[in-house]
């Protein structure tokens, strides 16, 4: 995608772990990227757009993920890029709290639930977006109209919200592991007030046919 009279934004969703085919809730646990997200990246990195910045949350399997996709570009590491805090749910896989009360009202009331030591959704979403504020600014400021963000599904989804052109809920978002989202704002300006970008695409994986 051309970014001579706008500015490209790619979003890219870390690589599946094995924690995340377990289903269990590693917010800030840092782990690693398996095996099989690692062949899921390499695919995407031939076919990602450019990047002149690459903001990455500071947790590994985002880390390593950043490194498959743009292996020898520089990277910044951003702490408010990381996952929402799952607090005393860290590290335990989704059945074995069904029974908990709190986590129950957690998965019918998330946005207004949380977890037990964990971050709240409001902390959560002023942080992403204090991020993003920044994220913006930063590069606009210095003419980078080549963007990519390397995080989670909770703070991708919450970019999604504010910057899509469509209009749609947190939960509606499917950002998929080791794939990306890149966000094309016609207008430099647009993107610099914060607007919603001009169109959005998938990132893809693998070679259309006909071209």
């Given amino acids: 995608m051309e970014s001579d009279h706008g500015v490209v934004l790619s979003l890219y969703r870390h690589g599946v772990t094995a924690e995340n085919q377990q289903k269990i809730y590693i917010g800030w646990t840092d782990v690693p990227v398996a095996a099989e997200g690692i062949e899921l990246l390499q695919q995407t990195k031939h076919f990602r757009p450019e990047a002149e910045r ?48 709190d986590f129950s009202g957690w998965l019918k009331d998330p946005e207004n639930m949380q ?30 109209d080549q963007i990519a963000i390397v995080s989670h599904g909770g703070p991708i989804r919450q970019l999604l919200v504010a910057l ?11 950002p998929l592991h080791g794939q990306g989202l890149t966000l094309y704002w016609a207008d430099k300006d647009a993107f610099r007030r914060g607007e919603r970008c001009t169109s959005l695409s998938a990132v893809p994986i693998t070679a259309r046919e006909n071209g």
């Fill in 164 to 174: 899509a052109p469509e209009s749609k809920s947190f939960w509606d978002w499917k």
């Fill in 115 to 144: 977890p037990e030591n964990g971050e709240s959704f409001q902390v959560f979403s002023a942080r992403v977006h204090s991020a993003w504020e920044w994220i913006r600014e930063w590069c606009y400021q210095d003419g980078v």
């Fill in 54 to 101: 690459i903001i990455v949350s500071d947790l590994k399997r985002c880390v390593e993920s950043a490194d498959y996709l743009f292996p020898d570009q520089k990277k910044i590491y951003n702490k408010d890029l990381r996952e929402i805090h799952f607090g005393e749910w860290e590290g335990q896989a989704a059945e074995a709290l069904m029974n908990r009360e």
